[in-house]
T-cell receptor
Framework: NAGVMQNPRHLVRRRGQEARLRCSPM?????VYWYRQLPEEGLKFMVY????????ESGMPKERFSAEFPKEGPSILRIQQVVRGDSAAYFC???????????FGSGTRLTVV | TQLLEQSPQFLSIQEGENLTVYCNSS?????LQWYRQEPGEGPVLLVT?????EVKKLKRLTFQFGDARKDSSLHITAAQTGDTGLYLC?????????????FGKGTTLSVSS
């Protein structure tokens, strides 16, 4: 029973390119959450999705960032026209319901050069 | 302003010592969760505390939820080098029910032999 799978583990992008981060939740989990982690800031909530629906995107910048969780396939966090400040570890988590403990993936470490 | 304040931020101790880390808020939570994160990996759920005053034990780790459900503590007895990691508390305030978990910045624990 695989856990939450994130890929790629490491991603290097030049300024102005697009970054696509993928997350496959645990089997049976329909709630997906994306967080960003920087050493001095901790884990910051970005977006909460259920299948085909964005439940809460209050933590995600309005510009350049988007997320989806289609009926089939993984959840995608997309960052357009990346800038150096987007460099961080991005974690995806899933849960079978709200208020249930999250299972996290191993993260994608994005470096913008 | 951080909704969940964790202290201390850093803790460095010798193997065999006891320690307590704290998670405090001015908000009331329906539950609080504790996670441990190792370098290069995602957080792993340790425990969820739900009832005010609840105490849960996980081997040498003791978790307590405050009576008013605004704070929690984690006590480790006879720390081992394998306890080294970042300890995070997380929850959703009752006035924000149905939203994703908010995380504290964590306590970085280093246990040396």
């Amino acid at each position: 029973n695989a856990g939450v799978m994130q890929n790629p583990r490491h991603l290097v992008r030049r300024r102005g390119q697009e970054a696509r981060l993928r997350c496959s939740p645990m089997k049976g989990h329909s709630h997906v959450y994306w967080y960003r982690q920087l050493p001095e800031e901790g884990l910051k909530f970005m977006v909460y999705l259920q299948k085909e629906n964005i439940i809460d995107e209050s933590g995600m910048p309005k510009e350049r960032f988007s997320a989806e969780f289609p009926k089939e396939g993984p959840s995608i966090l997309r960052i357009q026209q990346v800038v150096r400040g987007d460099s961080a570890a991005y974690f995806c988590a899933s849960s079978p319901a709200q208020d249930i403990g999250y299972t996290f993936g191993s993260g994608t470490r994005l470096t913008v050069v | 302003t951080q909704l969940l304040e964790q202290s201390p931020q850093f803790l460095s101790i010798q193997e065999g010592e006891n320690l307590t880390v704290y998670c405090n808020s001015s908000s009331v939570f329906s539950s609080l969760q504790w996670y441990r994160q190792e370098p290069g990996e995602g957080p792993v759920l340790l425990v969820t505390v739900v009832t005010g005053g609840e105490v849960k034990k996980l081997k040498r780790l003791t978790f307590q939820f405050g009576d008013a459900r605004k704070d929690s503590s984690l006590h480790i007895t006879a720390a081992q080098t394998g306890d080294t990691g970042l300890y995070l508390c997380a929850g959703a305030p009752v006035e924000q029910a149905g939203t994703a978990l908010i995380f504290g910045k964590g306590t970085t624990l280093s246990v040396s032999s």
